[in-house]
């Protein structure tokens, strides 16, 4: 399963490149490229077991801490990138890959410190694991942050996402995550 998670995000990520940078083969001088880390609070809400079923927990919550990986590229009004995320907490995982698309509402300069807010989409492929539940699938949603470039090759991200599913036993994942991104 997660051979195929790594496929999906592969390929996603060139799909990434291809809309931030002028082209998949050269990105423009105004794009950067970046990599990055996150570390986020989430919640995974969902039934646990059919109704009827022994066990049955209707909209079960887990929360705990997820850790993703990020590679993308932005530019002045646009940021695209590829995130790979994993949650494992209260007798529910996940393993996720998804495209995530921003658009830059505005850039205000603090001394040193650039602040940009966003509203974006995002879309991927996801594996659930939850009680009885094994489900692959997909999850597409929304998120609203800001980045803050402290230097010149790092930025700090600090976004909300929520994405649904179209699984039978998943409804949603939410998440507040931080990011650090190093551009080069």
Same mark, same amino acid.
């Given at each position: ?12 990520? *060139? ?24 570390? &986020? ?22 929360? &705990? ?6 590679? &993308? ?24 890959? *998804?495209?995530?698309?921003?658009? %830059?509402? *505005? ?37 609203? &942050? ?13 976004? %909300? ?24």
């Amino acid at each position: 399963m997660l051979r195929k998670v790594i496929a999906v995000a592969l390929v996603l990520g *060139m799909g990434a490149f291809a809309y931030a940078g002028d082209d998949v083969r050269q990105i423009s001088e105004e794009s950067e490229v970046f990599v990055g880390v996150e570390i &986020g609070g989430t919640m995974v809400q969902g039934d646990l077991d059919k109704p009827g079923g022994p066990l049955y927990t209707q909209n079960y919550d887990g929360t &705990g801490a997820s850790i993703g990986l990020r590679l &993308g590229a932005q530019n002045a009004q646009w940021r695209s990138m590829v995130l790979i995320d994993y949650f494992d907490k209260d007798a529910q995982s996940y393993e996720r890959a *998804m495209v995530q698309v921003d658009y %830059y509402l *505005m850039a205000q300069n603090f001394n040193t410190v650039s602040f940009r807010p966003y509203l974006g989409v995002n879309g991927g492929y996801m594996n659930y694991e939850g009680g009885t539940a094994d489900e692959n699938g997909f999850t597409y949603g929304g998120q609203v &942050g800001f980045t803050a470039a402290v230097t010149q090759n790092i930025d700090f991200d600090l976004a %909300y996402r929520y994405s649904v599913t179209t699984f039978d036993e998943l409804d949603h994942v939410g998440n507040v995550a931080f990011g650090v991104n190093y551009l080069y």
